[in-house]
């Protein structure tokens, strides 16, 4: 097993379109869902069924592609039952040779104990 599997903070790798590629099990935890493939499998659109609000997917993207990287990002996102929980996200851009965004990869970890529910990304 590597560190990826072993991570207490959630890891991921997602596409520009929303479809993630891979997730580790204290990801797919933090979601409610047993497994990563379950996860991975389960998720079509990252926009639309894990932001609660799907203008932040939108704001992530705008972030990373303009700056490379995200940083304490702060968004309330939806676990597998429907209930809302807060994440930090760091994240990077992973680019192709003509600097084109070929996914996204970070870390997550869950802050809902520390949100005082006046974040800017506020639902």
């Known amino acids: 097993m ?16 929303g479809r993630l590629i891979s997730v580790n099990p ?34 992530f993207k705008r972030e990373t592609e303009k700056l490379g990287v995200v940083r304490g990002a702060e968004y309330q996102v939806y676990r597998k039952d429907g209930s809302k929980i807060w994440i930090s996200v760091n994240a990077r ?6 600097g084109a ?11 809902t104990d520390r949100n005082t529910g006046i974040l800017s990304n506020q639902v």
Request: charged share 20%; net charge negative; with cysteine.
């Open 2 to 17: 590597s560190i990826f599997e072993h991570a207490v903070e959630g890891i991921f790798q997602s596409t520009p379109a």
């Open 26 to 59: 204290a990801l797919a935890k933090m979601h409610g869902y047993g497994s990563p493939e379950e996860m991975i499998i389960s998720i079509m659109d990252l926009g639309h069924q894990v932001f609660a609000d799907p203008n932040c997917h939108d704001e």
């Open 93 to 98: 851009a992973v680019r192709d040779e003509h």
């Open 101 to 111: 965004i070929q996914y996204y990869e970070g870390f997550i970890q869950e802050v």
